[in-house]
């Protein structure tokens, strides 16, 4: 596709992003509404009167057709107001804005670590291909890529919470800012399935870009190694690790939920449980738009720099 350029080419993903959310909480809506009972016959409680769930029904507005709560809802993304949620009544911009710190802190802090060292391990796995030390890179990310996270959380306490008392086994009663070491074991765990697959491509990448001519072009002019490591090959191998660390970021998401349950951290996890179990569809709604906007975000990213990297890549 020659002649298309930069901005041409995030718009055209932009608009391809935009119809990605709309597909997946146009699903979310439906799944919803195929499901038996509803947020009223879940607020009636245990012995629900037709009476009082009919009453709750027209107050949630339940009682007017699918469709019209669809399009009032859709109406309503449009201009970013995403309804109120059916159990507490509060707006649901507000209440996945109070329950997002949690969950955005301990995201930022595993790409925090995640990126440099991804880079870190695939750089030196690459220039040390074949050795020792890229044999042990790729057994150890492999092994720990096939543990699961709630399995590898719970070793994890069981080891440095419980045995050896090194660290807190939950956050429960504490802040993830308050108290740092609440985040060292949740960020262990995502870490520990999330770098593999990004280290693994760029090592790869890395091998074909040291194995280029124009990197043996630079060795021959005398360049020194770390300049030709990180001026010549890496950024040429770069491209498929970044949309490789996009990929990671949509795994990373929901990845979060499952870790905020284990460990008890007051985030998206909590919300979102709470809301399913109540039939409260505008805060599921809320949480899957925000989720699928986090991961179309990243992807677009990921695909602009690809494509401002390596145009051809970007574009196939």
């Known amino acids: 596709m020659a002649g298309v350029t930069l901005a041409g080419y995030g718009l055209r993903r932009a608009g391809v ?7 997946v909480a146009t699903l979310v809506f439906a799944f919803l509404e195929a499901l038996p009972g509803d ?21 949630f507005g339940l009682d007017r057709p699918v469709w019209q709560r669809y399009g009032d809802w859709l109406g309503g993304l449009v201009t970013g107001d995403l309804g109120a949620s059916l159990r507490s009544g509060r707006p649901v911009v507000s209440l996945l804005g109070t329950a997002a ?12 670590v995640l990126v440099p060292l991804t880079v870190a391990l695939g750089v030196c796995a690459a220039v040390r291909a074949g050795g020792w030390f890229d044999r042990a890179v790729s057994s150890t990310t492999v092994a720990l890529h096939c543990v699961p996270e709630f399995a590898l959380a719970v070793l994890l306490i069981a080891v440095f ?20 070491a609440l985040l060292v074991l949740p960020v262990v765990v995502l870490l520990a399935r999330s770098a593999a697959a990004p280290v693994r491509t760029l090592r790869g990448a890395m091998i074909d870009a040291l ?13 020194p190694r770390w300049r030709v490591l990180l001026g010549h090959a890496l950024p040429n191998a770069a491209a ?9 970021v949509d795994w990373l998401v929901g990845g979060i939920i499952v870790v905020e349950a284990i460990f008890a951290i007051p985030g998206l996890s909590a919300v979102l449980v709470e809301a399913v179990a109540a039939r409260d569809v505008p805060v599921v709604q809320g949480v899957t738009v925000m989720v699928a906007a986090v991961a179309v975000l990243a992807n677009l990213t990921a695909d602009v720099i690809a494509f401002r990297l390596a145009p051809r890549a970007g574009v196939a």
Do not use: F
């Not at 992003?17 to 597909?23: D, F, N, R, T, Y």
């Not at 629900?48 to 029904?57: G, H, N, V």
């Not at 498929?240 to 990671?248: D, F, Y």
């Open 211 to 223: 194995a280029s001519d124009y990197v043996a072009h630079a060795r021959r002019h005398g360049l």
């Open 101 to 112: 710190g949690p969950t955005t802190v301990l995201a930022l802090v595993t790409l925090a």
């Open 17 to 23: 992003g935009l119809l990605q959310i709309l597909a």
């Open 161 to 180: 919470a419980l045995w050896l008392g090194l660290l807190p086994a939950t956050a429960v009663g504490g802040g993830l800012l308050e108290d740092p």
């Open 39 to 59: 947020a009223a016959v879940a607020a009636a409680g245990d012995d629900p009167d037709p009476a009082r769930i009919a009453a709750l029904r027209q107050q």
């Open 240 to 248: 498929p690790a970044v949309q490789q660390l996009a990929r990671t």
